[in-house]
């Protein structure tokens, strides 16, 4: 986990805020987590459009239809620091999570990004065979903090482990706590106490790389103030020296 403060200007942010702003016609909410979006997820796709089905893909691929400045910001960024980046031809685009702070606390739910898994790679790489950890070189995760105010993300560093799709293999420490909203859990064996945090400040860039934790947007940061908590994601996989970064 490696925080790079003011990866972005306070200029950069608040043009993205701008983007977001001017864009709201365009937000969608997800019913299970009450944040929005802005943009195409396929782990939003998947939670609220097709839940339980496998066949929600074509669906995310239909709606890849955004292309924000933002979004090319960070690609430009991201090569400047690391190596040559590039967008997906296939998949989208990074783009905007969007918190409320004072309506829920459902956004703040523990879970693991296995997401990242699950996208059809055969697209833009064809000779990917489901392969994950053979094919790629090295997996990222960067959340890029746009908006003002305290803004964390808690994490439990033991849960280090694989990302996977199969909901059949170990989890680690403790299975209730994925989705698990707050801090009480169900198990009464759970050992999952201590939860570390990160505080971010607006312009960070939050990078986890090779590393599956259980983690979720900082609880703390539903503080009920009438603002909203803004983010850009990206997912990066390294092939051949390139990153490829998607949604
Ligand atoms: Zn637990």
């Keep these: 986990m490696e925080l790079i403060e003011n990866f972005f200007t306070d200029d950069e942010c608040n043009n993205a805020l701008k983007e977001v702003d001017r864009n709201q016609d365009l937000w969608t909410r997800c019913q299970e987590t009450h944040m929005y979006i802005l943009g195409n997820s396929l782990l939003r796709t998947q939670k609220l459009e097709h839940k339980g089905k496998k066949d929600y893909t074509s669906l995310y691929l239909s709606k890849n239809i955004y292309n924000f400045e933002t979004s090319e910001i960070l690609r430009k960024k991201l090569s ?126 939050l990078i986890q790389k090779n590393e599956r934790m259980l983690h979720r947007v900082g609880n703390r940061d539903i503080d009920g103030q009438d603002s909203f908590r803004i983010t850009i994601t990206a997912y990066g996989l390294v092939k051949n020296n390139i990153m490829y970064i998607f949604w």
């Design 80 to 205: 400047d620091i690391f190596f040559e980046t590039k967008f997906c031809k296939h998949l989208s685009q990074p783009g905007f999570q969007i918190v409320k702070r004072n309506e829920s606390e459902r956004p703040s739910v523990w879970h693991y990004d296995d997401i990242i898994m699950s996208y059809p790679f055969d697209l833009d790489f064809p000779d990917y065979e489901n392969n994950f950890y053979e094919y790629f070189e090295d997996f990222y995760i960067f959340t890029l903090m746009l908006s003002e105010g305290e803004s964390s993300f808690d994490y439990f560093p033991e849960t280090d482990s694989k990302y996977t799709t199969d909901d059949n293999i170990e989890t680690p420490i403790c299975k209730e706590h994925i989705n698990l909203v707050g801090d009480c859990c169900v198990n009464p064996n759970c050992s999952l106490k201590n939860f570390q945090t990160i505080n971010y400040t607006k312009g960070s860039l």
